[in-house]
């Protein structure tokens, strides 16, 4: 079922709006990436040897092996699920010129309660409805 104009207008609006307030967010929500696959079969692999190890430890009544393979299997699960930290964010801006500038900081935007903000982006709404 398509969506009438009023809905299209009304997403494409939420949709400016998250990306002016998060553009970060935005960026993650949109971007699609290639797939990990090889943390995903390193991870299993790893799980797979760490539940070998815990199983054996637990046989010979060993439990430094079991330990040992308990922690080999958290970590290999954790690794394969984790995502790899990229930079923090745009190191600067480019101008229309095509020259950098140093990123701007949101030091003021930081200041305001995350309800406040809520508020004041409802009442904007309120405000452009009528």
Same mark, same amino acid.
């Given at each position: 079922?398509?969506?009438? +104009?009023? +809905? #299209?207008?009304?997403? +494409? #609006?939420?949709?400016?709006?998250?990306?002016?307030?998060?553009?970060?967010?935005?960026?993650?929500?949109?971007?699609?990436?290639?797939?990990?696959?090889?943390?995903?079969?390193?991870?299993?692999?790893?799980?797979?040897?760490?539940?070998?190890?815990?199983?054996?430890?637990?046989?010979?009544?060993?439990?430094?092996?079991?330990?040992?393979?308990?922690?080999?299997?958290?970590?290999?699960?954790?690794?394969?699920?984790?995502?790899?930290?990229?930079?923090?964010?745009?190191?600067?801006?480019? @101008?229309?010129?095509?020259?950098?500038?140093? /990123?701007?900081?949101?030091?003021?935007?930081?200041?305001?309660?995350?309800?406040? @903000?809520? +508020?004041? /982006?409802?009442?904007? /709404?309120?405000? #452009?409805? /009528?």
């Amino acid at each position: 079922m398509p969506l009438s +104009e009023y +809905e #299209q207008r009304v997403l +494409e #609006q939420m949709e400016r709006q998250l990306t002016s307030d998060d553009p970060r967010l935005a960026n993650t929500l949109t971007s699609r990436g290639r797939k990990p696959v090889l943390r995903y079969v390193l991870g299993g692999i790893g799980a797979v040897v760490g539940l070998l190890l815990l199983v054996v430890g637990a046989a010979a009544s060993e439990v430094w092996l079991g330990v040992l393979g308990f922690v080999v299997m958290f970590a290999s699960v954790a690794i394969a699920f984790t995502r790899p930290r990229r930079g923090g964010g745009p190191v600067g801006v480019v @101008r229309a010129d095509g020259s950098t500038a140093p /990123r701007p900081s949101s030091a003021p935007k930081a200041k305001k309660g995350f309800m406040s @903000r809520m +508020e004041d /982006r409802w009442d904007k /709404r309120r405000d #452009q409805g /009528r």
